[in-house]
C-alpha cells in the first residue's frame, strides 16, 4: 500500500477538519435543535429576485458573456456597486480596489498564502474564527494572542515571532460582530491595532463578513475607514477589507470581496489566475442584478427577523441558564458566546446534549489557536425561531445546571 502521508506536503499535517462542516450535519435530523451552524435562515433568501435575475440572464443579451469565461478581478458592474455600498461606510474607493473571491473563505485563503510564510507569526484574537484559522494553518504560521487592551507592546510581539524563526505579518480580526463570540471593538481598539500595525509594520485583515447585522448600537466606522481618513487615501492604507454576500442573499453563490490597495489587489489577482482563473461569472452577475435592485431592503428583512431572534435567545438565557454562566450580548450578527465554569468541557456536554436533551451548538475550544478555554460554547440563533431557542435554551440550561451539581 502506497503510505500517501509520506508525499504529502509537511503543510497538509496542519490541515483539520471543521468541527462546524461536521456539525452542520446534525440540521437533516428533525429532532435536533441546532444552534451550531451560523448559517442564514433559507427562508429568509430573495428567491424570487435570484429567480428574475437569471431569467433576465438566460433570456437577454448577457447569457453568452455569463456562460463564458471572464477577468479574474470579476464582473466590473458588481465591482462598481460595492465601490459604492463601501463609501457609504467611509472606504471611499473605486472598482479597481475590488476584487472577487469565491466567497470570503476564499479571501482568507488568498490572503494567508500572499502574507504566510512557515514560522511567520499572524495575530488573532482569543477566540477567532475557525475557519480563518483553517485557511492559515496550511501555510505553516504561529499564531499569537492579539490584544487591543495595551497590555502588549511592539516588541513583545516581535520578540515572540523571532523566536519561532519568523516575523509578524498580520492581525486578523472580526471588528463587527464577530463570529464566535459576537462582540464588536469600540472605536478605542480600531485605532489602538492601527497604531499598532504602524509600529509592528504589518497589514491588518478585517473581515467584515456581518459588517450589514446591526440590530442595535451605534455603527463604528471600519478599520479601513479609519485608516482612509487618516491617510489621505485608500493607496496609502494597510488595511484590507473582506466581505461577502453570504450573509445577506445568498451563501450558495459563493461571491465574496475583498477591498484594498492596489499593490494587494494586482498581487491577489495573479492568485486567482493560478488557482481557478475567476469566480463563477453568471453567479456575480446574478448577484450585481439582485443586489442593485433590492440590497436594501433584503438586509432591512433579515435585520428584523434576526434581531427578534437575538432577543430571544437573551431572553431565554437569562431565564434558564446557571448564574455562574456567562455569555455574550451582541448588537448584531449570528452569534452568543457562553462561557462555563472552569472545569467543564464543552465536546464532553455536546455530546451529552445530543443524546439527552437533542441540543446542538459548538464547543468554543476549536476556535482557539491554542487549543484552550474548553468550557467555552458559540451558539447561533439564526436558524430557529422563538419558540425553538426558547426550548432549545431550556434544555441546554437544565443539562449545564445538572452537570454543575455533578461536579460540585
Known amino acids: 500500500m502506497l503510505d500517501w502521508e509520506q508525499i504529502f506536503a509537511t503543510r497538509s499535517s496542519r490541515m483539520r477538519a471543521s468541527e462546524i462542516r461536521e456539525l452542520l450535519k446534525l440540521l437533516d435530523q428533525p429532532d435536533i435543535i441546532s444552534f451550531a451552524g451560523g448559517i442564514p435562515d433559507p427562508a429568509l433568501f430573495p428567491d424570487v429576485a435570484f429567480k428574475e435575475a437569471y431569467s433576465d440572464i438566460f433570456s437577454g443579451a448577457q447569457v453568452g458573456a455569463a456562460l463564458q469565461y471572464s477577468v479574474s478581478e470579476g464582473y466590473k458592474p458588481l465591482r462598481e456597486w460595492i465601490a459604492r455600498d463601501v463609501a457609504k461606510i467611509g472606504i471611499d474607493c473605486t472598482p479597481d480596489n475590488v476584487f472577487i473571491t469565491s466567497g470570503s473563505q476564499q479571501a482568507l485563503d488568498y490572503l494567508g498564502k500572499l502574507f504566510l510564510s ?10 477567532t474564527y475557525l ?17 487591543l487592551n495595551g497590555n502588549r507592546t511592539p516588541e513583545a ?136 435592485r433590492g440590497f436594501d431592503a433584503q438586509v432591512a428583512k433579515i435585520r428584523s427577523v434576526y434581531s427578534k431572534r437575538r432577543d430571544a435567545m437573551l431572553a431565554a438565557l437569562d431565564k434558564y441558564m446557571p448564574k455562574n454562566a456567562t455569555w ?18 464543552g465536546a464532553e456536554l455536546l455530546a451529552k ?32 425561531d422563538e419558540a425553538m431557542i426558547d426550548e432549545g435554551i431550556k434544555r441546554l440550561g437544565r443539562l449545564i445546571s445538572n452537570a454543575i451539581r455533578a461536579a460540585a
Open 118 to 127: 512557515p514560522n511567520d507569526t499572524a495575530l488573532v484574537t482569543w477566540p
Open 353 to 384: 446534549s445530543i443524546a439527552t436533551e437533542k441540543v446542538a451548538f459548538v464547543p468554543g475550544r476549536a476556535f482557539y489557536a491554542d487549543g484552550s478555554n474548553a468550557n467555552t460554547l458559540r451558539m447561533s440563533f439564526s436558524c430557529a
Open 157 to 292: 510581539y516581535r520578540d515572540t515571532a523571532a523566536k519561532t524563526g519568523g516575523a509578524v505579518k498580520f492581525a486578523y480580526l472580526s471588528a463587527d460582530f464577530s463570529n464566535p463570540t459576537g462582540e464588536t471593538v469600540d472605536l478605542a481598539g480600531r485605532e489602538k491595532l492601527l497604531a499598532l500595525a504602524d509600529e509592528l509594520d504589518i497589514a491588518i485583515l478585517e473581515d467584515a463578513a456581518y459588517q450589514h447585522l446591526r440590530y442595535d448600537g451605534e455603527a463604528i466606522p471600519p478599520i479601513m475607514a479609519l485608516d482612509i481618513a487618516r491617510r489621505g487615501g485608500i493607496e496609502n492604507t494597510r488595511t484590507i477589507y473582506s466581505g461577502s454576500f453570504s450573509k445577506t442573499l445568498a451563501p450558495g453563490l459563493r461571491v465574496g470581496f475583498v477591498v484594498a490597495a492596489m499593490p494587494v489587489i494586482r498581487k491577489l489577482v495573479l492568485m486567482k489566475q493560478a488557482a481557478d482563473l475567476h469566480s463563477s461569472t453568471i453567479n456575480q452577475i446574478a448577484i450585481e442584478h439582485v443586489a442593485s
Open 328 to 345: 455574550t450580548r451582541p448588537e448584531g450578527g449570528m452569534f452568543v458566546w457562553v462561557t462555563l465554569p472552569e472545569g467543564m468541557d
Open 131 to 147: 475557519g480563518a484559522l483553517s485557511a492559515f494553518n496550511a501555510y505553516e504560521p504561529n499564531y499569537d494572542q492579539l490584544s
